[in-house]
T-cell receptor, first 110, second 114 residues
Framework: RKEVEQDPGPFNVPEGATVAFNCTYS??????FFWYRQDCRKEPKLLMS???SGNEDGRFTAQLNRASQYISLLIRDSKLSDSATYLC???????????FGTGTQLKVEL | EAGVTQFPSHSVIEKGQTVTLRCDPI?????LYWYRRVMGKEIKFLLH????????ESGMPNNRFLAERTGGTYSTLKVQPAELEDSGVYFC????????????FGQGTRLTVV
């Protein structure tokens, strides 16, 4: 089983829709998680950190469910510019190594 | 402020040749990482430097890969001799001390071994 698993998608949604992605992890001792965003042929960029009970940043909300070992990313009022691949990432190796999921592709359409 | 820069952006080499990738981290970032994405797979960790010291090289595929970070500034990743399965995108990232999860990535070097 992979350390971090994501549905690859693609998720095709209309502009203005709300969309949610889940990511499951296998190591129950994992403490820190992040969502990174990667545009086509670009580098990954940090979108949000997810600590303990999760957090919210504008239209984006990240939640951590330790009992079920998953994290989620909710995007409200989707914009065309939100189209990208969203990477679920776990911090390991004593806090210095990132373990990536394969990513979930989002396409926001008119 | 300049971000993480990598050179070259693309490299096409023949099997058996040598290639050296370079990464310039953000100034002041002690942590420097190399990651690789092979087509169809997730991004995978290769190694981690703290200043000039290798902190963790558990992800290096084999001894054909050699990474250095001279003087704790820029880093190089050399592949010698290159094999077909080494093709992929090599990302470098850097972060400040204590913020390992908040890494800044370079745009990557797309390596193609033919």
């Amino acid at each position: 089983r992979k350390e971090v698993e994501q549905d690859p998608g693609p998720f095709n949604v209309p502009e203005g829709a709300t969309v949610a992605f889940n990511c499951t992890y296998s190591n129950s001792a994992s403490q820190s998680f992040f969502w990174y965003r990667q545009d086509c042929r670009k580098e990954p960029k940090l979108l949000m950190s997810v600590y303990s009970s999760g957090n919210e940043d504008g239209r984006f909300t990240a939640q951590l469910n330790r009992a079920s070992q998953y994290i989620s990313l909710l995007i409200r009022d989707s914009k065309l510019s939100d189209s990208a691949t969203y990477l679920c990432v776990r911090l390991t190796g004593g806090g210095n190594k990132l373990t990536f999921g394969t990513g979930t592709q989002l396409k926001v359409e008119l | 402020e300049a971000g993480v820069t990598q050179f070259p952006s693309h490299s096409v080499i023949e099997k058996g040749q040598t290639v050296t990738l370079r990464c310039d981290p953000i100034s002041g970032h002690d942590n420097l990482y190399w990651y690789r994405r092979v087509m169809g797979k997730e991004i995978k960790f290769l190694l981690h430097f703290v200043k000039e010291s290798k902190q963790d090289e558990s992800g290096m595929p084999n001894n054909r890969f050699l990474a250095e970070r001279t003087g704790g500034t820029y880093s190089t990743l050399k592949v010698q001799p290159a094999e077909l399965e080494d093709s992929g995108v090599y990302f470098c990232a850097s972060s400040q001390t204590g913020t390992g999860g908040e890494a800044f990535f370079g745009q990557g070097t797309r390596l193609t071994v033919v």
